[in-house]
C-alpha cells in the first residue's frame, strides 16, 4: 500500500503557504509590522520550507521503500508536519499580535522537528543492509 500520496499533498500545501507566508512579509508587511515581527515571520516562512522539502523528501523514500516492501511508518511525517505546524505557526501567530506567551510554545514544534530528523536517521540507519526474512 503506498501512503505517500497525502504527505507529497502536504509538502505541497506547506512549501505554497511558506512562499506566501515569505513574501506577505517581503511586500504587504514592510513598513507596517516591526522588524522582530517580520524576523519572526521569515524564521517561520523559512523553516516552513525546509520541513516541506523534508517531508517531499521523506515521502518518497517511504515511497521507494514500500516498493522494496519496507514500511517506515509515519513518525517523521507526523514529526515535521506537526512540528512546522506549532513552530512557524506560534512564530506568525505572534508577528500578527497574538500575545507573546506564544513564544513559550514554539520550542514544542523545534522539538518535533528536531525527533523527526532523528527518527528519519534512525529509520536510515536501519535500511542501509539488505531486508531480512522471507
Sequence with gaps: MNNSGPWISISA???ATSVIMGAFA???LE???DEKA???IKTGAQYQMFHALAILGWALWLQSSQSHGRDLGTLP???FTLGTLIFSGTLYAMSFGAPRWLGA???IGGTL???AWLIMGWQAAGQ???KSGP
Excluded: E
Design 31 to 33: 513598513n507596517r509590522v
Design 77 to 79: 511525517g507526523w514529526g
Design 113 to 115: 522537528l528536531i525527533a
Design 13 to 15: 500545501l506547506l512549501g
Design 38 to 40: 517580520l524576523g519572526w
Design 105 to 107: 510554545i514554539t520550542p
Design 26 to 28: 517581503a511586500h504587504g
Design 128 to 130: 542501509a543492509g539488505p
